[in-house]
């Protein structure tokens, strides 16, 4: 669990506070250049998915930087600028001589095609979406692939002619040149994107260029990163002594466990339970790391202090700031007791790193809706052995290192906990106990239904609201469930999950009738966006 900031989120860096390097540490990996695209993430997703390490690096970052990673390929990404609009990025040509294969995709292979002399033009109209491709030269790239086929388009500018030394390898309707090579110089280009599940085709695109073009070995496999953070950790700690912050979720559970593996009892956990946790979760992360794993853990019940903080505070913010400061005086009370720790384990993840701008290999962290800060006098360095990993590449690990299925496959939690699943309204032990019972029930049903995996959130949510009801030709005035279910991939955007009615049905009458203070259930069909996933 990064600790941050409970109010802004930033970790103050100190030079202290030195992380782990994002770059792997003998792993073989192409780089992808972000010049803004939509999907630049994706593409180093979907060559990782190919069992290549890819690293995701802002397109200004210059060749010098790309050449110490020594890497065995390069990505050019696509991007929302026009080749010939007035600050548009333009190619560093010094990226052609590192001698590596480069992928232009999109933008870059505009960009290309432009920077060596090629035809580009703005089209008579842009191509978005779904969109037919011919491909009249298979080449190197496009080997085996048939002539006929669909792909995903994002363009207005099109490739009239390519590069001289280069030969056309498709076309779209709108796209005279859809697809260009020049072996000579190693160089690649599409206009479509192949990173997209809409490109039938485009996994095939992004394994030839890695396996065939690159000569990648394909070796990026949760064993091998397990292996390699070790060594990692091992290197970087020495005989010294470490602290996590463990919150049960995958991050913090996966982390933990990792340095655990690496150094065994020189790890202490300090697991807080704040009491605001789903029903029973707390002896689960008891039960799973100090009785399973054998992991030094320091088990806090924090409860009553937590609801003092908490007593008449309805304001969602407020909330956050109030669990977040004591969290800190909590977990700074533990800490102190533990001698000689030197070393604080953060939950960091590869997504992070780039959103916060910090792909180049700096320590920013962005912001995260954990519930701790770390106070600027505590000076520890910090050991980030999930910097390398996307969200799926840390359950793969965690899988790999043996972590119960229930901890690996355990959906998104807020930091503040069900303190802000309670809207606009005080969170009283009461309160919580019908929110923690209203969730049980809908986790139970759900994983009965073999829907947990699918969803990325399913949660309740309790408004200060109370309705009339009728219960037992009495009437009532109880509470009111709001219940939440979303899908997504990366909880940038989120669909509102169309759970079956019956299971709604039941869940409903089961929450109604084994929840005295409960009356009505509600579902939110909200998507991200307009609305967010959680409430507050």
């Known amino acids: 669990m990064p600790l941050t900031d409970p109010t802004s989120g ?32 994706l593409i180093a997703r979907r060559i990782r998915e190919l069992g290549v390490c890819s690293e995701l690096l802002p397109h200004h970052v210059g060749a010098a930087e790309v050449a110490k990673r020594k890497p065995k390929g390069l990505i050019l990404s696509g991007g929302p600028a026009s080749v010939f609009g007035e600050g548009a990025p333009v190619l560093e040509k010094e990226l052609l001589e590192l001698g590596i294969p480069v992928l232009g995709i999109c933008y870059g292979m505009q960009m290309l095609a432009h920077s060596l002399g090629g035809d580009v033009q703005a089209a008579d109209h842009g191509e978005f979406g779904r969109t037919d491709l011919t491909v009249s030269d298979n080449g190197v790239l496009l080997a085996g692939q048939p002539a006929e086929q669909t792909c995903w388009m ?14 056309a390898l498709a076309s779209s309707p709108a796209s005279p040149v859809a697809a260009f090579e020049d072996e000579a110089r190693r160089i690649y280009a599409i206009q479509y994107h192949p990173e997209v599940v809409h490109t039938p085709f485009g996994q095939e695109v992004l394994r030839t260029f890695l396996e065939d073009i690159c000569g990648c070995r394909r070796d990026w496999t949760p064993s091998s990163i397990v292996a390699e953070q070790i060594e990692r950790i091992r290197e970087q700690v020495g005989t010294g002594r470490v602290v996590c912050g463990l919150s049960g979720g995958v991050d913090s559970s ?20 704040h009491g605001l946790m789903r029903k ?37 913010e407020a909330k956050r700031k109030a669990i977040g400061a004591e969290f800190i005086r909590v977990f700074e009370e533990e800490a102190e007791k533990i001698q000689g720790a030197d070393f604080l384990v953060q939950g960091t993840l590869y ?48 899988a790999e290192l043996g972590l119960p299925d229930r901890l690996v496959w355990r959906q998104p939690f807020p930091g503040p906990g069900l303190a802000i699943r309670i809207v606009g309204g005080e969170a009283t032990r009461e309160r919580l106990e019908v929110l923690r019972e209203a969730d049980a029930i809908l986790q139970d049903e759900i994983r009965q239904a073999g829907l947990y995996r699918e969803l990325w959130q399913s949660f309740c949510v309790l408004p200060d609201v109370q309705t009339v009801g009728v219960q037992g030709d009495e009437r009532t005035y109880g509470n009111l469930i709001v219940i939440r279910a979303v899908t997504s991939e990366d909880a940038m955007t989120a669909d509102w999950a ?9 869940i409903a009458s089961r929450m109604i009738g084994e929840i005295p203070q409960v009356n009505r259930i509600a579902l939110d069909i909200t998507s991200k966006p307009p609305g967010t996933i959680e409430w507050e």
């Open 280 to 316: 029973n979760e707390g002896e689960q992360v008891i039960e799973a790391f100090r009785d399973h794993f054998g992991v030094p853990l320091v088990a806090v019940d924090a409860e009553e202090r937590f609801l003092a903080k908490l007593a008449g505070v309805s304001d969602p």
């Open 254 to 273: 996966v982390a933990a466990l990792l340095v655990h593996r690496a150094i065994g009892d020189q790890l202490t956990c300090v697991f807080v339970d």
């Open 154 to 167: 994002s363009h207005r500018d099109a490739v009239f002619s390519p590069p001289a030394g280069s030969r």
């Open 10 to 41: 930033a970790v103050q860096e100190t030079p202290d506070r030195a992380g782990i390097s994002s770059a792997p540490l003998a792993t073989e990996e192409v780089v992808v250049l972000d010049y803004g695209g939509q999907y630049a993430q």
């Open 498 to 506: 169309r759970l079956p009615y019956d299971l709604l049905e039941k």
């Open 351 to 398: 997504s992070d790193v780039i959103e916060s701008g910090g792909g180049t290999g700096t320590s920013t962290i962005k912001s995260h809706h954990n519930v701790g800060g770390l106070p600027d006098d505590m000076q520890f360095q910090l050991v980030e052995p999930l910097r390398t990993l996307f969200k799926d590449e840390v359950r793969a690990v965690g």
